[in-house]
């Protein structure tokens, strides 16, 4: 029946059939929310008034409902989080409830909402980049004891993004920015996060050796050598095949006296730095290491060293 007045019937059905009352105050989709609002939180119908607060997608009735002084808040919320929102298929339904939930202030019961969607529905939302984004970065906020089993968990979020915002101020979640690079295949920034933020160069040889990555290991090698490793240093030097550092290199190998270690690196630096230094520095290293064949060979071959220098 499309012609009777929703308010009066829903009126007179509020105390002999609340059901009825709903309905009635339903069907007017907008001009008796109050009413509704009421006649279900009085007679615990909160089940119904989440149904409807999900599919009615009015801004305004979420900021009355999920108002600080509404004492029937919590129990409207959890039939959001539990039923009405799980059961909803539609896109628009989905975003108009996590944005009310944002406006509110509730990044709590955000997040219990998001999970529901997020990680135990089946339907495409479980996928939604923006929600896995927004289940993170609310956790990162308000929870940080759920961040890390979420980024094991999904695999549909903006990791350099997020990883920026774990590693600042004031989170400091170090080791889940490290699995969000690492999740990523980002190497590079993973190793940064391991020496600058994490401050473990053993964790960081590892990872090393794990990813093979020369870019990883030319960082290893520096962080190592401004750590006074340099037998270390050189090794990882090596393994990236880079030899950038070559100046600093040879300055800490000659003052541990690591002549030995300097020559393997000198090799490999020689193919890539075309420098006088280094050739000198390579005839110098086989005289202290008294590679004196080797030495005799090199200089008599095609090379930049200053010999007199070395003499």
């Known amino acids: 029946n499309q012609f009777y007045d929703s308010a ?22 907008g001009s008796c929310d109050e009413q509704l609002v009421s006649v279900t939180n009085r007679n615990g119908l909160f089940r119904l008034q989440a149904r409807y607060l999900v599919e009615r997608q009015s801004a305004e009735l979420w900021e009355m409902v999920l108002n600080e002084e509404n004492q029937y808040k919590r129990q409207v919320i959890d039939q959001v989080v539990s039923t009405a929102l799980p059961e909803s298929t539609n896109a628009e339904e989905v975003s108009a409830t996590v944005k009310a939930f944002i406006a509110a202030d509730l990044p709590n019961e955000l997040i219990e909402l998001l999970e529901k969607i997020v990680l135990h529905k089946s339907a495409d939302f479980g996928k939604n980049r923006n929600l896995q984004n927004l289940l993170i970065l609310t956790a990162i906020r308000a929870d940080k004891s759920r961040v890390m089993d979420y980024i094991n ?7 350099p993004e997020i990883a920026k915002i774990a590693l600042g101020d004031p989170y400091r979640l170090y080791e889940e920015a490290f699995l969000i690079y690492k999740k990523h295949d980002m190497n590079a920034e993973a190793m940064e996060t391991l020496l600058t933020n994490i401050e473990s160069v053993e964790r960081a040889n590892e990872f090393a050796a794990r990813c093979g990555d020369p870019t990883v290991w030319y960082k290893l090698g520096k962080a190592q050598l401004e750590n006074g490793q340099v037998v270390e240093a050189i090794e990882s030097y090596l393994k990236a095949n880079d030899s950038t550092d070559y100046v600093e290199v040879i300055q800490a190998a000659e003052r541990e006296e690591s002549y030995d270690d300097l020559v ?18 390579l005839v110098y290293a086989y005289a202290k290491t008294e590679r004196l064949g080797d030495m005799e060979e090199f200089v008599g071959g095609t090379n930049t060293a200053n010999v007199q220098q070395v003499g």
């Open 153 to 159: 968990r999904l695999d549909n979020y903006d990791g």
């Open 264 to 281: 393997r690196y000198l090799l490999m630096a020689r193919k890539m730095a075309k420098d006088q230094l280094v050739d000198t520095e």
């Open 8 to 29: 009066v019937v829903g009126k007179y059905c509020e105390d002999r059939d609340p059901h009825l009352a709903y309905t009635a105050y339903k069907r007017s989709w």
